[in-house]
């Protein structure tokens, strides 16, 4: 057996059929026919432009964080704490965009203000993250799911706080921004803009340049690899790692400015829509390679439109969408792993 295309498409193949399998055995199990579910879920992604809009929207911030992941996970780093990044991005997105909205600021510079001061805010907390890992030898995963819950509380508090709206706070947020300050859509009807995806595009396109073809990459792997052996040639191990941190938090910032500017125009106590952890997925499924990484997060962004159809229809909850996603990341991962655990058991017998 050797470790060909063939065999790990095969294994790849296999694991998708598994998840699925699985998936319908527990939707069959509540009294509903799976092949439905997956027709209303096909439907509610891609059954009018509209509709199909909204899974480019979605698949905008969510292309954005897993290109982020990508360099975290390739230096050997779980970047957990991308949903505080987001987060955070959306709340200085915010800040700057309340700074300057009653100013003599063009629309357009002040939404493109907003979208750097997004990006340094997601940044900031990633570095954040980055020297708890490398100086205070905190892990990143409890580093970052504690900041993450200190992001989730700064943004509650300044919902009910110091921003809230007139006269009684509200769970939907904040008070909406002007118009003038929404990024420009395609047409009146539609939510899509053509901007962020211009970035998203732009961002993947980065992702894979730098990993793939630059001197840049095949350090952050080599770290990824070994930190060990990567600094006894002479690679600042750490100063990798922080930029790893860096780079990922721009992106996660810029998709909460995203969620900010051309999405909700304010913000709101779920803005980050659980884009991260979804990225973290994605990141997974594709093992970290920039390759099939916009295709796999618009596949998962259509799962999470399409699902809002199963309540309505079939009085299944949309979550089986998130179901779908784990069971896949899930067998895919045990497939990798029974795979390479045949070719070692193959190579100790010849």
Not at 15 to 31: D, M, N, P
Not at 43 to 66: H, K
Not at 206 to 234: H, M, P, Q
């Amino acid at each position: 057996m050797r470790d060909s295309k063939t065999t790990r498409i095969l294994f790849g193949a296999g694991s998708v059929i598994l998840a699925l399998a699985l998936t319908s055995a527990i939707v069959a199990a509540t009294g509903n026919d799976p092949f439905l579910a997956y027709k209303n879920i096909l439907q509610g992604a891609l059954g009018s432009p509209n509709v199909a809009g909204n899974v480019v929207v979605s698949w905008v911030p969510l292309l954005l964080a897993t290109s982020g992941l990508l360099f975290t996970f390739t230096v050997g780093l779980w970047n957990i704490g991308i949903e505080g990044q987001i987060t955070l991005g959306a709340i200085f997105s915010v800040w700057a965009m309340r700074g300057l909205e009653n100013s003599a600021v063009a629309p357009g510079l002040i939404i493109a203000i907003s979208i750097i001061a997004g990006i340094a805010g997601g940044m900031l907390w990633a570095l954040l993250a980055g020297a708890l890992k490398t100086f205070g030898g905190v892990n990143e995963i409890f580093g970052g799911l504690g900041l993450n819950f200190v992001a989730t509380a700064l943004n509650l508090w300044l919902i009910f706080g110091p921003w809230k709206r007139p006269g009684v706070a509200s769970m939907s947020g904040t008070l909406p921004f002007d118009p003038k300050l929404w990024m420009p859509t395609l047409s009146a009807q539609s939510r899509l803009a053509p901007i962020p995806l211009i970035l998203a595009i732009l961002t993947i396109v980065i992702a894979f340049v730098l990993l793939k073809g630059t001197y840049f990459g095949l350090r952050l792997k080599a770290v990824g690899k070994n930190a060990k052996s990567a600094y006894l040639l002479g690679i600042p191990t750490w100063q990798h790692m922080m930029l790893s941190f860096a780079i990922c938090g721009a992106f996660a910032g810029l998709a909460g400015a995203v969620q900010v500017t051309s999405v909700y125009h304010r913000l709101i106590p779920s803005i980050s829509s659980g884009y991260g952890y979804t990225g973290l997925m994605v990141a997974m499924l594709v093992n970290y390679s920039p390759v099939f990484a916009a295709p796999v997060a618009l596949f998962f962004a259509a799962l999470n439109v399409g699902s809002i159809q199963l309540p309505i229809v079939l009085k299944l909850d949309s979550s089986l969408a998130g179901v779908i996603q784990g069971f896949l990341v899930l067998f895919v991962l045990i497939g990798n792993g029974a795979r390479i655990k045949l070719l070692k058991k193959k190579e100790g017998r010849s």
